[in-house]
């Protein structure tokens, strides 16, 4: 693909990581082939994860389409952004669409970025994945890497206010890749899940405790944040889907 856009985008954003003195720790990256069709799946709790997530490939020398919703397409200053990048556009309403042109992208040699959990997680921790990585792997014919991102939550995702404060730590952790036959999605979902739970458990228990203090909100419950639990989270989610759809139908209501 001709990229216009992009190497000037790589550029700005490491400019970017350097004048907010971030020490961004990457793991794993030969795990990324530096050719041939590749998936990442990503780990998804903040706004900013395209960005980290694809900095995973960077090593390797990889630009990264990430799969992304509609809505992003459709904004008129994000939409031309996304389209020159290549990236995928994503319709909830007609997901097969978009895992067509996936399977294309990967069969012509790109690397393609995909967030199984579909939605930020305001928990933190891994929420239910979707089978399309696996799938859409498996169709391809290409290694599925997992790619688990720490700390970009405190800079910007849900429910809290943007902090783009000098010298966060970011982990970006690459396993090793799978390859997936689709015989089984469930089952490969489920493994894809526990290697980046445990790739997860890692990057948090290896963050700087400085950066981590007991009780911060970013940190999951269970290693002694303040976060939502995946319960409390759900029930978050649950309550802003049904915020949306009332706004959705509001405009229909006959009036009174």
Known sequence: MRDLTYPPIIVAAKLG??????DI????AENVPRDGGVLLAVNHIGYVDFIYGGLA???????????????????????????????????????????VTAVEYLRSGEAVGIFPEATIS?????????????????????????VVLWGTQRMMTKGHPRDFSRGTTISISVG????????????ETAALRGVMSKLLDEAIRSYPTAEQPAGSWWLPR????????????????????????????APDDPPS
């Open 222 to 249: 269970r290693y002694g944040g303040s976060a939502p639990t995946p319960e409390e989270a759900a029930a978050l989610d649950a309550a802003e889907r049904a915020e949306r759809a009332e706004r959705r139908a």
């Open 17 to 22: 990581f350097r004048l907010l003195g971030q």
């Open 57 to 99: 490939a960077n090593p390797s020398g990889r630009k990264v389409r990430f799969m992304a919703k509609r809505e992003l397409f459709d904004h008129r200053w994000t939409g031309p952004l996304m389209r020159s990048l290549h990236h995928i556009e994503v319709d909830r309403a007609d997901g097969e669409g978009s895992l």
């Open 176 to 187: 090793p890749a799978a390859h997936p036959t689709g015989a089984d999605p469930v089952a």
């Open 25 to 28: 720790r990457i793991t794993g």
């Open 122 to 146: 305001r928990a933190f921790e891994l929420k239910e994945f979707k089978t399309g990585a696996v799938r859409i792997a498996a169709a391809a014919a290409v290694p599925l890497v997992p």
